[in-house]
């Protein structure tokens, strides 16, 4: 038998590794003198670069609907305390370090989570939701992100009107799994986020142009069967466009899939590879 981690003893030993973490992650932060974005303004920023807006409740498998109820007060409660950020040249945009800790006390609710490529709840959960928005947002701009997390390579839920390719979402958690963006241009950029009745709204706004445009798209999209298992594939790529010429002069490849399908496959998954 596998032996356990000191974190899944019980959950008393769960909450005292995660505080660890928290604590390491705090004194990292301290050690590194990162400047982190903090001041706010309800003056948008003259040019968008970026604009998307994301459902707030969706139906994902078997997951309670309540938990997308709740989700939906989490975000409202998230979203302001990054409404209206400016990220000025040298500067790092943290969720955690504007969000902070999302406890009952705050108003937060039990939302859906996700641990080791598993569907869980607790509070503050579906604030995924607003990271992926955002690095979405990000991935169309020239800011470089610092911190990214993936979910555990799985694919949890079938597709329910997917906007963008599979495979860009993020993964949180308090504090010491962020998402962290750096200005490494010379132009300052803003973020813009509120929500309403159905969808999280987003707007990446700069102060200048930016030279590039970009295009992130999915490629080599498949099923395979290995084993008794089901795996989605595919790649993404972001492309970069001369503003003026409207060429393309840089694909990147920013990411693999090979995810775990965790749901049985709809009849409008018709062709799986077999692989050895």
């Known amino acids: 038998m596998k032996r356990k981690l000191f974190c899944e003893i019980c959950p008393f030993t769960y909450r ?32 968008l670069v970026y604009q998307h807006n994301s459902l707030i409740r969706r139906r994902l498998g078997n997951v309670n609907m309540q938990l997308q109820e709740n989700k939906a007060t989490n975000l409202a ?23 902070g800790r ?33 690095h979405w947002m990000v991935l169309h701009s020239e800011l470089t992100i610092t911190e990214h997390h993936h979910h555990d390579r799985v694919d949890l839920f079938p597709d329910f009107g997917r906007q963008i390719p599979f495979g860009t979402g993020t993964s949180i958690s308090y504090n010491y799994i962020d998402y962290r963006v750096k200005n490494n241009t010379d132009n300052t950029y803003q973020l813009l986020l509120w929500v309403d ?22 490629e080599n999209e498949f099923f395979s069967r290995e084993g008794g298992d089901i795996y989605r594939n595919g790649q993404v790529f972001r492309d970069t466009i001369d503003r003026v010429t409207g060429r ?29």
């Open 16 to 47: 005292l590794s995660r505080e660890k973490e928290i604590q390491k992650r705090n004194l990292k932060d301290l050690l590194q003198h990162i400047r982190f974005a903090k001041k706010k303004t309800d003056t948008s920023l003259p040019v």
């Open 248 to 276: 393309c002069i840089d694909s990147q490849l920013i990411r693999t899939n090979h995810a775990k399908v965790m749901y049985e496959c709809p009849p409008s998954i018709t062709e799986i590879i077999q692989k050895p």
């Open 197 to 218: 009745d159905e969808y999280l709204h987003g707007e990446l706004r700069a102060e200048e142009m930016q030279p590039h445009t970009f295009h992130v798209h999915a």
């Open 102 to 134: 999302t406890t009952r006390k705050k108003g937060y609710k039990e939302g859906l989570t996700i641990t080791k490529g598993q569907t869980s709840q607790g509070v503050g959960g579906g604030l995924c939701q607003l990271s992926n928005l955002i």
């Open 77 to 99: 409660l998230a979203v302001k305390h990054i409404n209206g950020l400016l990220i000025h040249p040298g500067e790092t945009f943290s969720v955690w370090k504007l969000v």
